[in-house]
């Protein structure tokens, strides 16, 4: 039903775009470079890319920074539509997860030695050839290096350089590219505005004197760290956003919601109360579902699909005056719950779903197994009605901040579901929530866990990092930064061609992808990640060989909130890394329990996914373990024990874990 829908949708969607009326004489033809483009790259504005060539001084921010792209900066769509850059010049910095972007001809990564995704330690030698240098603490960062895969013309192919753990918020990184390979291990030149920028001083009136004068910082910075001019192809310098620029927006709504319900639970009503028979449903004896009052920050009344934050002439997000969102919402309550009072959890459904996901076979097996009553509500702005909004944006840039905007708004509403679930006055007050003896069916005296799957987990560590009641989550099938997913999903297929219209050129469509990051932050893992340990415990359940969620995602989550990979993760030999699992450190099981954020690996041997920035499509890559991790008894067991205790537990002995296939 899911893909039909996404079809139909689809179709509209493209015929959508086909439609466009430009409003622009002509797109900025693929290789055009103007005026505010860094003089360093004439390949392609915003190249190379995060740069802050394109933030300009402001000391009221985080950063002492903020993003600056002029008027017509952004990549235009194919149609000449230029893109607003208001939602990008509002962050002090760029993604702590962005993919670094450079273009280099006739480049052979490996001939040149550059990390690729199975040995990212070699990014960090001496001499390796991309170096990525913190210069706050001095601090070589991380990586892997690739070309991309997708382009179709050799001579635009994007050089991606990805961070193996997100940069830290707030800081300040210099790149350095250093003795490039061609094909035939000739060394490349630097390209001439690069070498005159790196020479000798420039007299005044030189076009690249003030070039130069910006970029002597992290020039000088890289020399301290040992990496010297002569041999450098390009270097330049970024900014990260700080935390504040990065939550503030959801953490400023959260804050004014709670606020106005002054210790209050927040409104509801029960619309109906569902009794099944065992020979109906052995597993779940009652469904409920109803709505929850929420404030509305959109700017449309009620908050309707392609709404963005309602915001005061200070730029942070306000309540639209008078608007209420009504967060519909399901519940299944387990027959287990009519003896014991049940442990309460919200459910995070999966990508462009709805809250009927809590009702799937694997959820209801939990929660009568371990006694959960799952409660679930639309994650909107990622949710099916959101479908046409997602590749109305896709194919024009101007729409994309509805999509992560709209999703705060979705994860406000799921922390006043939680909060209404918890509180003494709320959800268990009510006659649906009680037996027939008025006696509660849901345990609220130790708070409320999480468990989300798939983009219930990419968006569920934002949701943990707000909520005020949720202090432990399951991440399932999970990773972050849509940056770096949707190139490595066989579920974006059907939206490529959408942004194919858009942005026929590969070179340029890599750009838009960090582009849409950097607000997309705002509305999923991403931008929480480096501190969403210091309050939270996290347990992220990954499915080897992953078909719609990289396991490389994963792995970059992993290293960035410092969760310990139980091991053995995998048989040996299973892993292509030269390291398997490099920089994540490991809880052996002779150490379980753990108290602490973890990952489990679950193989169901499905073939090693690409280690290219491509989908693993295509028969040679075998079943898809997506749905294996949450349909198998012992995955849940271990979740159930991490939510209700805390502990990360032994499910596997002394084996690495292994999930049945499912159909």
């Known amino acids: 039903m899911r893909h039909r829908l996404l079809r139909g949708l689809l179709a509209a969607a493209l015929g959508a775009a086909v439609l466009l009326v430009p409003d622009a004489p002509a797109a900025r033809a693929a290789g055009a470079s103007g005026a505010g483009c860094d003089p360093l790259a004439p390949t392609e504005c915003l190249l190379p890319f995060p740069n802050d060539w394109y933030t300009r001084s402001d000391p009221s921010t985080g950063t002492g920074r903020r993003v600056s792209f002029g008027a017509t900066a952004l990549p235009p769509t194919a149609t000449g539509r230029n893109i607003d850059p208001t939602a990008w010049n509002r962050s002090d910095g760029f993604s702590p997860g962005s993919t670094l972007i450079a273009h280099v001809p006739g480049l052979d990564p490996a001939a040149t030695g550059a990390a690729p995704l199975t040995g990212i330690g070699r990014s960090l030698a001496p001499d390796a050839p991309v170096v990525l240098l913190d210069t706050k603490t001095g601090e070589r960062w991380p990586y892997w290096a690739e070309p991309d895969s997708n382009a179709t013309d050799p001579a635009r192919r994007a050089l991606l350089i990805h961070p193996a753990r997100n940069f830290r918020d707030g800081h300040h990184y210099a790149v350095a590219l250093r003795n490039l390979k061609d094909g035939a291990g000739r060394t490349i030149p630097a390209a001439a505005p690069f070498a005159a920028v790196a020479g000798k001083p420039l007299p005044a009136g030189h076009p690249l004197r003030a070039r130069q004068h910006r970029l002597r910082p992290a020039l000088k910075a890289l020399r301290r760290a040992g990496v010297r001019s002569e041999g450098l192809y390009l270097a330049w310098d970024f900014t990260v956003a700080s935390t504040r620029s990065l939550t503030g927006d959801l953490f400023t709504i959260r804050d004014d919601a709670f606020r106005r319900?002054?210790?209050?639970?927040?409104?509801?009503?029960?619309?109906?109360?569902?009794?099944?028979?065992?020979?109906?449903?052995?597993?779940?004896?009652?469904?409920?579902?109803?709505?929850?009052?929420?404030?509305?920050?959109?700017?449309?009344?009620?908050?309707?699909?392609?709404?963005?934050?309602?915001?005061?002439?200070?730029?942070?997000?306000?309540?639209?005056?008078?608007?209420?969102?009504?967060?519909?919402?399901?519940?299944?309550?387990?027959?287990?719950?009519?003896?014991?009072?049940?442990?309460?959890?919200?459910?995070?459904?999966?990508?462009?779903?709805?809250?009927?996901?809590?009702?799937?076979?694997?959820?209801?097996?939990?929660?009568?197994?371990?006694?959960?009553?799952?409660?679930?509500?639309?994650?909107?702005?990622?949710?099916?009605?959101?479908?046409?909004?997602?590749?109305?944006?896709?194919?024009?840039?101007?729409?994309?901040?509805?999509?992560?905007?709209?999703?705060?708004?979705?994860?406000?509403?799921?922390?006043?579901?939680?909060?209404?679930?918890?509180?003494?006055?709320?959800?268990?007050?009510?006659?649906?929530?009680?037996?027939?003896?008025?006696?509660?069916?849901?345990?609220?005296?130790?708070?409320?866990?999480?468990?989300?799957?798939?983009?219930?987990?990419?968006?569920?560590?934002?949701?943990?990092?707000?909520?005020?009641?949720?202090?432990?989550?399951?991440?399932?099938?999970?990773?972050?930064?849509?940056?770096?997913?949707?190139?490595?999903?066989?579920?974006?297929?059907?939206?490529?061609?959408?942004?194919?219209?858009?942005?026929?050129?590969?070179?340029?469509?890599?750009?838009?992808?960090?582009?849409?990051?950097?607000?997309?932050?705002?509305?999923?893992?991403?931008?929480?990640?480096?501190?969403?340990?210091?309050?939270?415990?996290?347990?992220?359940?990954?499915?080897?060989?992953?078909?719609?969620?990289?396991?490389?995602?994963?792995?970059?989550?992993?290293?960035?909130?410092?969760?310990?990979?139980?091991?053995?993760?995998?048989?040996?030999?299973?892993?292509?890394?030269?390291?398997?699992?490099?920089?994540?450190?490991?809880?052996?099981?002779?150490?379980?329990?753990?108290?602490?954020?973890?990952?489990?690996?679950?193989?169901?041997?499905?073939?090693?996914?690409?280690?290219?920035?491509?989908?693993?499509?295509?028969?040679?890559?075998?079943?898809?373990?997506?749905?294996?991790?949450?349909?198998?008894?012992?995955?849940?067991?271990?979740k159930a024990t991490f939510l209700t205790t805390g502990r990360v537990i032994n499910v596997c002995g002394t084996t690495p874990c292994t999930a049945a296939p499912t159909s």
């Open 261 to 638: 319900l002054g210790g209050r639970p927040p409104a509801f009503d029960i619309t109906d109360v569902t009794d099944f028979t065992p020979g109906q449903d052995p597993r779940i004896a009652r469904e409920v579902t109803g709505r929850i009052s929420v404030p509305g920050y959109l700017d449309r009344p009620g908050g309707p699909p392609g709404s963005v934050l309602h915001r005061g002439p200070d730029g942070l997000p306000r309540r639209l005056p008078g608007s209420t969102v009504l967060a519909t919402f399901r519940c299944e309550i387990p027959r287990s719950a009519f003896r014991t009072p049940s442990h309460p959890a919200l459910y995070g459904h999966g990508l462009l779903g709805r809250r009927a996901e809590v009702g799937a076979g694997n959820v209801k097996a939990m929660a009568a197994e371990y006694n959960f009553t799952f409660c679930a509500t639309d994650w909107i702005g990622m949710a099916e009605e959101d479908v046409p909004a997602v590749l109305g944006a896709l194919a024009d840039p101007n729409l994309f901040p509805a999509v992560p905007e709209r999703s705060e708004q979705g994860m406000l509403n799921a922390l006043l579901l939680a909060r209404a679930l918890i509180h003494t006055d709320g959800l268990t007050t009510d006659a649906a929530f009680r037996d027939a003896n008025g006696r509660p069916l849901v345990d609220i005296r130790h708070g409320i866990g999480y468990d989300g799957n798939s983009q219930g987990g990419i968006l569920g560590g934002a949701l943990l990092a707000a909520s005020p009641d949720i202090r432990r989550g399951v991440l399932g099938v999970t990773g972050m930064n849509y940056g770096l997913l949707l190139n490595r999903s066989v579920d974006f297929a059907p939206f490529q061609q959408v942004l194919d219209l858009s942005y026929p050129d590969k070179l340029r469509q890599q750009i838009v992808l960090q582009l849409f990051q950097m607000v997309w932050d705002r509305g999923e893992t991403n931008a929480y990640a480096n501190h969403l340990t210091s309050r939270h415990q996290v347990l992220m359940h990954i499915a080897y060989g992953d078909h719609q969620v990289a396991n490389a995602a994963a792995d970059v989550e992993a290293r960035t909130i410092g969760a310990r990979l139980v091991a053995p993760a995998l048989a040996p030999g299973r892993s292509p890394d030269t390291v398997p699992y490099w920089g994540i450190r490991t809880v052996a099981r002779d150490q379980l329990p753990y108290r602490g954020s973890a990952m489990t690996v679950w193989d169901s041997g499905t073939p090693t996914p690409p280690t290219t920035n491509t989908p693993p499509a295509g028969p040679d890559y075998g079943h898809d373990p997506h749905s294996d991790p949450r349909n198998s008894p012992a995955a849940r067991q271990q």
